[in-house]
Nanobody
């Protein structure tokens, strides 16, 4: 059984920063590729960022490149999403996901486990 629990969401003004965390329990954390997705009301769930097992490879959606940074601490079984220069369009529920895939997929269907999500609201 793999459980993912996100934290760190909240309300922030445009231009501000937040750091999301995703704590994982269950099987060996380092064997999973991790990703962050987000879903705004009435919109499809979209890929935000992903990170390889080792943390050496990271991938980002074009909309967040240069503003968001994904990282992981395998000793703590935790993956992070540092979000800077936040914009109102970043408002969404942010979800953490894990996959046994050897690549870092960007499609939601390639991820095996999901957290419940944490709300991020950016005011203008």
């Amino acid at each position: 059984q793999v459980q993912l629990v996100e934290s760190g969401g909240g309300l922030v003004q445009a231009g501000g920063s937040l750091r999301l965390s995703c704590a994982r329990s269950g099987r060996t954390f380092s064997s999973f590729v991790m990703g962050w997705f987000r879903q705004a009301p009435g919109k499809e769930r979209e890929f935000v960022a992903g990170i390889s097992w080792s943390g050496d490879n990271t991938y980002y959606a074009d909309s967040v490149k240069g503003r968001f940074t994904i990282s992981r601490d395998n000793a703590k079984n935790t993956v992070y999403l540092q979000m800077n220069s936040l914009k109102p369009v970043d408002t969404a529920v942010y979800l953490c996901a894990a996959t046994r895939d050897t690549r870092v997929p960007t499609r939601r269907y390639d991820y095996d486990y999901w957290g419940q999500g944490t709300q991020v609201t950016v005011s203008s």
